[in-house]
Each structure stands twice: as C-alpha cells, then as structure tokens.
C-alpha cells in the first residue's frame, strides 16, 4: 500500500531508525523491574567491552544508556522475579563490575505522566 511504501522509504533515509515495543511489567510473569546506575571509573577497556556485550546480549535489559556525569550506564531490567537479577549481578560481578559499581532499586509502582 501507499503507506507502507512511505515507511520504508522513511526506514531507507534513516528518518525511522528502530522500532520498540513499552511492555507493562505487571502482565504476565514479568512484573520485576529494576532501574540501576553503573559507574567504570578507571574500570579497563576491557570490562567496558564485555559490560557492553552483556546488557546487548540480555533480554531482560530493556533499555540502556550511555551517560556523562556520576555513573556511565543506567539500566532498565525487567524479570520474572529477584532472582533472575541477582544472577544478572553475578554474571556483572564476573566481568569485572561487582557491587560497588552498581547502584540499583526495585521499582514499587509506576506512573506514566504524558507530556
């Protein structure tokens, strides 16, 4: 159709670069949510590398950004349950980013404000 033919025009100009889709964390099993900031201060290129691969590789890291200031990434997790995020933490804490470099909290109720 007429409109899809704009889209992919939009998506080869680079106009449309992703597409994403907002899950609400209560449906399903899903309803565990963490937002966490995480500091590489003097932390080797290397860990950097694998943090990178790690929160890419993570389906249950649902946003990530890349920041100036205090901490280098903050995180969005969402999970089934507490114990899917201590084991993410484990697999941080074996590529070099144990718990003084994360900062963390559970996220106990939502609300969306339009804007």
Not at 12 to 39: C, D
Not at 44 to 70: C, F, I, N, W
Request: charged letters at 25%; glycine letters at 6%; a neutral charge.
């Amino acid at each position: 159709s007429a409109c899809r033919e704009r889209v992919r025009r939009l998506e080869r100009e680079k106009v449309i670069l992703s597409y994403h889709a907002l899950i609400n964390p209560a449906f399903g099993s899903h309803g565990f949510e963490v937002w966490a900031s995480i500091s590489l201060a003097e932390a080797p290129m290397s860990v950097v590398s694998r943090l990178d691969d790690v929160l890419h590789q993570s389906k249950e890291v649902v946003s990530s950004y890349t920041l100036t200031g205090a901490f280098d990434h903050v995180i969005r997790y969402i999970a089934a349950n507490a114990v899917s995020w201590e084991s993410f933490c484990r697999e941080l804490e074996a590529i070099g980013v144990g718990g003084d470099r994360i900062k963390f909290g559970i996220v106990t109720s939502r609300r969306d404000i339009a804007g």
